[in-house]
């Protein structure tokens, strides 16, 4: 039984001599504002080892063999860190306080291209009301044509563009339209009042803002007793900014056309301001006997006192001269 125990105890001594001490790695990981980072990742890429810091920051690595080795510290809070470390045999390395950086990753490139909404659509009316209220607000149905769609089609007459209301069409090639089946044939409304027009000759648009149309027997309680609607034509009005404006049109069977817009202040405080607008139209045809000739000057002032008084004077002076075969029309 003695041998046995003396045997026991040699066996244990040769054991204990032949095992090697291992090695360790301790540090501390503080974050960018000198703060202990916790949970942070700590690995060494040969050995596969890992840990994590703890509250205080702290972590060690231990058990580990001698050799050259990694050390990786990652967070996806953080920007990772790739050290290099020598491990000794029984030694403990102490790699000492590390600071993160936080990592802010920069987004990729954006390009983003706009324009500027350019609609004709109106949310308005002038006539119903006689002042500008929302369409929202107005019980009747009415169909607004603006100054942006009149200047792109290039439109010179009234017939260039009235026909693309909803249930309005011309039904001779004269100033003659339907509005809901019916003839609209009285004069038209000229800013909500009853004008003076004849159905021989277009309208020219050199002073035309734009072009609203109330629809329905309602349009009767506007001047007009046409039971289908009214047209309604809006003239420009003086603005405060001076601006200017020249256009020139040429097209085919010697056609020529010329407007222009003049607008601004009379007086430095700008309660007194002034618009001229206007156009001549000369068109012949492929026939000798037909051929047409127009101008207009429309000339308006407007006094504006203050911000609740505002008195404004429209004038204008027009002559067509059309003719075919048979008779002309001289309108003036």
Known sequence: MKNTITFLLMLFDIAALSQKPSASVHGRILNHDGKPAQSVTIALQQLNKFA????????????LKP??????ISSTEYIALKLPVQISEGKTLDIGVIRLHLNVPELQTVEIK????HSYKSNYSFFVNKTQTAAIDIPQSVSSITKELIADKMAFNVKDVISGAAGVNQYSRYDEYTIRGFRAENARDINGLRGYNTTYTNSMLVNIERIEIIKGPTSTLYGNGDPGGAINLVTKKP??????????????????RLTCDNTGPINKKKTLLYRINAGYDDLKSFRDVFYSKAYQIAPSLSFIPNDKVSVNLDFSLSHTYYSRQGPAWNTG
């Open 52 to 63: 994590y810091t703890d509250n205080t920051g702290y972590f060690i690595l231990s058990g």
């Open 67 to 72: 050799g050259f080795d990694s050390l990786i």
């Open 114 to 117: 706009g324009r500027t909404l």
């Open 239 to 256: 603005l405060q900014q001076k601006e200017s404006e020249i256009n020139l049109f040429a097209g085919s069977w010697d056609h020529f």
